[in-house]
């Protein structure tokens, strides 16, 4: 069984780019939740999506931050015009249907975004 | 807002010694977790505590979720070497959807061989 798989692992954007992250949730799973994590800092929440739906952004800045789920293919993470600060790891995580308020998340590895 | 302490924030030992390590909030949660995180990966569960007072052990790890609902500590008894990582408690942020977790700032664990 694969388990979440996240692309790319590293990407390097110049200031004012755009960053897309991607991530495939584990088969069966259909809950998609991305997590920011700044160095030597714990994970933060951002989004949680289920197919065509967002469902929690509270985590998520307002401005130049979206995320998608569609129904076919990878949940997209999108970074308009990133900034130094938005330099981070990005992890994606999936949940089964059924683990609802267990907390029990399968992580990928995560996207390292650096901005220069 | 919630905030979950950890501590000690890293930890030196050598091998076959046990850890300890806790995690404390002036907030009352109903969901502990521990996640550990191996360097360059993604968060792992080790172990959910869903009950005040439960004690649950996986392997050489050992956790409770504390009586106050405040805190709770993690064991790992007779370390080796694979057991470096951070060490995160989390739980489910009140009133956020499920899968909106508060994350500690982790616990780092270095094992000499």
Known sequence: NAGVMQNPRHLVRRRGQEA???????????HV??????????????????????????????????????????SILRIQQVVRGDSAAYFCASSRLTATNTGELFFGEGSRLTVL | GQQLNQSPQSMFIQEGEDVSMNCTSSSIFNTWLWYKQDPGEGPVLLIALYKAGELTSNGRLTAQFGITRKDSFLNISASIPSDVGIYF?????????????????????????
């Open chain 1, 33 to 74: 939740y991305w997590y920011r994590q700044l160095p030597e800092e714990g994970l933060k929440f951002m989004v949680y999506l289920q197919k065509e739906n967002i469902i929690d952004e509270s985590g998520m800045p307002k401005e130049r931050f979206s995320a998608e789920f569609p129904k076919e293919g990878p």
């Open chain 2, 89 to 113: 408690c989390a739980s489910l942020n009140y009133g956020g959807s499920q899968g909106n977790l508060i994350f500690g700032k982790g616990t780092k664990l270095s094992v000499k061989p």
């Open chain 1, 20 to 30: 897309r992250l991607r991530c495939s949730p584990m088969k069966g799973h259909s």
